[in-house]
């Protein structure tokens, strides 16, 4: 599985760098899925290859200046918790109810058709960024919306960056660059603390990650170079569409 599994990385890596999103979405699906990885342990190992991919990112972002330090510790505030709160919830959930995975896997598709909608929302109804960013520029519901995001993926690893990036682009409505580096330096901390629990709790298959690593980089190097060439709408259409396929398969 070694080839079909970096080239599954490489695919999921270019729409990371197109579109900003999709990474968990699409990654962990395919494990369960077509290579076969139990619900939690997919989990798992998605929140681990994405917190080494986003930890790059999230470097060069930095680098670059195109981080929002104050909103990420705000995010990170509620976020973080909320991601070990989960995590912890799917550590638990064998002991709590018989069939654990069958409920994780349903979890991941619920939160897959929420990534489909709020996709083709973003497409079908364009939104009035500075109308509504000082509502969200509170500390407080930066926090609390921080915390419902980390507890969506401490439990099924994704939304780190989907659920986030409507919000960020209604506070930098002219500054795409800034809502990238936010959302992939807030990604970074809140995947990285969540993963931990997994990787505590043994549920990782560190076998694959090489192969995700391999695929993942040169596809993001890739769809970021092309990010300027390919129109966004029919993309993130597209994504919508395979998103609410992957949720069939999970539910």
């Given at each position: 599985?070694?080839?079909?599994l ?7 890596g270019?729409?990371?760098g ?16 077509v ?11 998605d ?21 929002d330090?104050?909103?990420?510790r ?40 929420l ?34 995001v980390?507890?969506c ?40 603390a ?20 391999a ?6 190097l ?12 029919p ?17």
């Amino acid at each position: 599985m070694s080839f079909p599994l970096a080239l599954m990385s490489f695919a999921v890596g270019m729409l990371i760098g197109l579109t900003g999103m999709g990474g968990a979405a699409l990654m962990a699906p395919f494990l369960i899925a077509v290579v076969g990885v139990r619900p939690i342990a997919a989990v798992g190992t998605d929140l681990v290859y994405g917190a080494l991919t986003k930890i790059v990112g999230a470097a060069m972002h930095f680098r670059q200046g195109t981080v929002d330090l104050p909103m990420v510790r705000r995010l990170a505030t509620g976020s973080v918790p909320g991601g070990l709160l989960g995590a912890s919830l799917v550590w638990m959930l064998p002991h709590m109810i018989h069939d654990s995975e069958r409920a994780v896997k349903r979890a991941i598709g619920a939160l897959l058709v929420l990534v489909a909608a709020i996709l083709l929302a973003r497409i079908l109804v364009p939104g009035k960024a500075s109308d509504e960013a000082s509502r969200w520029m509170r500390p407080r519901t930066m926090q609390w919306w921080g915390g419902m995001v980390g507890l969506c993926v401490g439990l099924t690893s994704v939304g780190s960056g989907t659920l986030l990036t409507p919000i960020l682009m209604m506070l930098y409505p002219k500054r795409p660059s800034t809502v990238v580096g936010t959302d992939v330096f807030h990604a970074a901390i809140l995947v990285t603390a969540t993963s931990l629990v997994y990787v505590g709790s043994n549920e990782v298959e560190w076998s694959l990650v090489p192969a995700l690593l391999a695929g993942a980089i040169p596809g993001i190097l890739v769809g970021s170079k092309l990010a300027v060439r390919v129109p966004q709408r029919p993309l993130r259409f597209a994504l919508a569409v395979v998103l609410l396929f992957s949720a069939c398969r999970m539910l």
